[in-house]
């Protein structure tokens, strides 16, 4: 169906479910509850798992399928931001101007750094493109502010002279983007017994947006171009022996993949109409491989995961203070409960970066294939067991 | 523009590009002996600059007594802290051993790093030699972000302040030395030292592997380990140690670059995305490419921050080093004294 074999469609329907219904199973405790902390059902952070999946979808266009990590994606991110703000401030509070601008942007900007970068290959490629992300960074900070708004962000004001709907309504002095009057901001918000559930327009348009993205990189990683890829993956040289030159394959994909950050950037903005230059730091392009390589690399659903999995303990870990930690373990005897707040402490709130890296650690050792990798795994042995 | 400005900027170079130099260094040793691309790199160099933190406080630990005879502001007695280094050595050589704290800080920091380096290389390090440049990248990234936070923990997040010996403290001028006007060209004391620390640092680690039997075996298991392991050489065991030189090396940068920059936790990542420049840059695994490399690029930034250069090209001083890359991979590919075949599939 839809040009998919059956488990990828089943693949796609599962993601379709997944995330249509995420704003009622991210919110599996009651309002008010002990555990109400880790719900993770409210718009902000729903919104930032699509996009930040979206992005790490288009990493894996290009380090999944062709191996060349790329330390500089999130500069195509902030390109489209940037692009994304500037269209709502310029043409229209719609955000749909917004979200097809700033993947175009991000599209040519990727394709001139794709195209000096993919010149080299190994780690000659990452350095490239590390560096071509720290000198936009360090550029949209400094010399560019009149275009990017330097240190303070470009965001958008209700003075912009928007030529299509000139000054639009909005909540306070910042104009809320829109999509044909609906405003990205708006929830409708369900209370079933004490669960609270909010369905918010901006998080069903990345919802959208995500299923098409995703779609297409089913496509791309089944078809003939996808297969080429792979090819550059696993041999690069026989490739070029046998008369092809992979240098178009992998600009191509280096420009999809770049494009797939420009949309993120967009949605990010129409979301919440505000770029800043440090989304374009390093730190930005590492937290992408992360997401890609805890999912796992190369599968199509694990990017998706991955990103969703640290943006929720991005947040639900870093709320977690020393208070709530005594609330939770009151039921032990006081000595073993202060034992255990001391412990856990510095794994949570200001030092979540610290459960961060060591679960990293951990899935590079134990699970090079990222957690997809590793659930497969763990199928293909039982199935292979039952079938002796 | 005037000759001294132009030496102003060598020398202002100086100091950074030492810095960059040594962790290039430690990180070439790494790659050229174990193939092993190391991202925690950065963080040893962090942990090396608290080794002095360590050391200022270890030094400085006091007890407290009260003298009845002052009071202080508040009109309660006086606290009058004696260090405890103090009251052992005597007052005029407990004074000046915290006055040194960041040169004794050597003393602790060479073994501590040598010890984190062989705990690093045997525990995890080793496990990944088989592995993908990928995952070495992503779990010595991980690395970094857990030693990051462990003295974050511990340290706190601000930067703390590790002054030099108060001999160094100030600027001397350097132009009348080499025959300029007084007052045209100062430059601080510390800054000669730490570059003179790193050129000592450097010439120790080459002459090791140049001049002894051990760094004889090191360089030729770098440059063929498996005729070297046939040989009947344990060259695993050499190769560790010489991680634990690589991790004592930047951890030596890092102990005498306190005075320059206050350290903090973020400290070692500043350093260590440059650092992968200078590196590749220089040529991966070619040791005097790093170190070349380092200075070339420490005094570049320094000239693109001057005044007239940021007039003419705004901006320019916070790319210049990124841009160089570039240029440099594009033109040289292997960079600057690569050899071919390494790092490239």
Redesign the interface.
Known sequence: MLGLNRNDFLMLLFVFVLVAAAPIFLNPFPEGSTFAQFNAGYPDLMQRFLIFGIFAIGFNILFGLTGYLSFGHAAFLGAGSYAGVWMLKLLTINVIPAIVVSTIVAGVFSLMIGYISLRRSGIYFSILTLAFAQMSFALAASVLTPITGGETGLQTTLSDPRILDGAAAGTGNIPAPSLFGLEMGHSWKVAVGDWLWTFNVGYYLCAFVLMIVFYISIRIFRSPFGMMLKAIKSNNERLSYTGISPRPYTLAAFVISGMYAGLAGGLMVSMDPLAGAERMQWTASGEVVLMTILGGVGTVVGPVLGAGIIKYFENIFSKINDGLLEQWFAFMPDGLADFMVTIVHPFVGKGWHLSLGLMFMLVVIFLPGGLVGGVTGLFRRLFRRRSH | MELSALLLQVLNGLDKGSAYALIALGLTLIFGTLGV?NFAHGALFMIGAFCSVTVQRLLSLSTVTLDETKTDFLGRPLEVKTPYVESWFGESVGQAMIDWSVPLAILLAIPVMLLIGFVMERG?IK?FYK?P???Q???T??????L???I??YFG?NQIPAPAPSMFIGSFDFGQLVGFDPGVLMYPYWRIVYFLFAMLVIAAVFAFLQFTTFGMVVRAGMADRETVGLLGINIDKRFTIMFGIAAAVAGLAGVMYTPINSPSYTFG?DFL?IS??VV?VGG?GSLGGAVLAGFVLGILESFASMREVIEFI??IN??V???A??LI??AR?RGLLGRKGV???
């Open positions: 691309v995890l496990h592995r440049h990928s995952d990248i992503l779990v990234f991980g690395l970094a972000i857990v990051q936070e462990i974050k923990a997040a990542m995305v992968f420049v590749v991966m705004p901006g916070q790319v080093i990124y841009l890359a570039v991979l594009l590919p790092m490239e599939s």
